[in-house]
């Protein structure tokens, strides 16, 4: 397998902060990663594809001004939740694939976000 | 990517084989089935994926039909910690720049 890591794994903001979130493959080449949500009982949802050293693709309906994604490494990638608001609380989990794993995404453990 | 259908829910017991069906009838010949779980409040774990022969891993293993239609994954002896959502995905392989579509998956609860 490969292992992907995220910090932090929970975060609480007060409305109208900016909150940052890491997104690392520890053993691996990640040439593309992307940034999935997830909201109580319900599944994930793709929000954004990154390739290293390119713009991100943003789903349909995701703000690109408001979820910056940055990927300036083959093995980071940033989430930065802008002017976050009580609607912004999720559960956001990244993921990688590329190098010797290009063929299968694996996942960080996910950062639970708590915006007040 | 194909569109796949799975049991809300189901039942297993401690120390037996675990059968998870998929039923992915639209499925293209460069299709892979993949599989991933879910534990409460963690990132999806990859299990295995297939293209049409029988996979196994220190896991799981995958049974892929001969239609490619339907697949199982099966849990030889499953543990109370294998208790988690488990999604199957049919995507092209050397689809690593695109997205999972994840459905809503089969909540597979082990009893003890």
């Known amino acids: 397998g490969a292992v992907v890591s995220q910090h932090p794994s929970w975060v609480i903001c007060k409305s109208g902060t900016s909150v940052k979130i890491e997104c690392r493959s520890l053993?691996?080449?990640?040439?593309?990663m992307f940034w999935y949500r997830q909201f109580p009982k319900q599944s994930l949802m793709l929000m954004a594809t990154?390739?290293?050293?390119?713009?991100?693709?943003?789903e349909q309906g995701v703000e690109k001004d408001k979820f910056l994604i940055n990927h300036a490494s083959l093995t980071l990638s940033t989430l930065t939740v802008t002017s976050a608001h009580p609607e912004d609380s999720s559960f956001y989990i990244c993921?990688?694939?590329?190098?010797?794993?290009?063929?299968?995404?694996?996942f960080g453990p996910g950062t639970r976000l708590t915006v007040l | 990517d194909a569109k796949t259908t799975q049991p809300t829910s189901m039942d297993c017991a401690e120390g037996r084989a675990a059968n998870l069906p998929c039923n992915h009838s639209?499925?293209?010949?460069?299709?892979?089935v993949y599989w991933y779980r879910q534990i409460h409040s963690q990132g999806p774990q990859y299990i295995i994926h297939?293209?049409?022969n029988n996979e196994t891993n220190e896991m799981a293993s995958l049974i892929i039909t001969e239609d490619r239609k339907s697949s199982t994954l099966i849990l030889p002896h499953a543990t109370l910690r294998d208790t988690a959502v488990y999604y199957c995905?049919?995507?092209?392989?050397?689809?690593?720049?695109?997205?999972?579509?994840f459905g809503k998956g089969t909540h597979l609860i082990i009893q003890p």
């Open positions: 993921s990688g694939a590329g190098g010797r794993v290009a063929d299968t995404q694996y």
């Open positions: 053993d691996f080449q990640a040439t593309t």
């Open positions: 639209t499925i293209s010949g460069n299709e892979y």
């Open positions: 990154s390739n290293e050293g390119s713009k991100a693709t943003y």
């Open positions: 995905i049919v995507r092209v392989q050397g689809g690593g720049a695109d997205g999972l579509t």
């Open positions: 297939g293209l049409k």
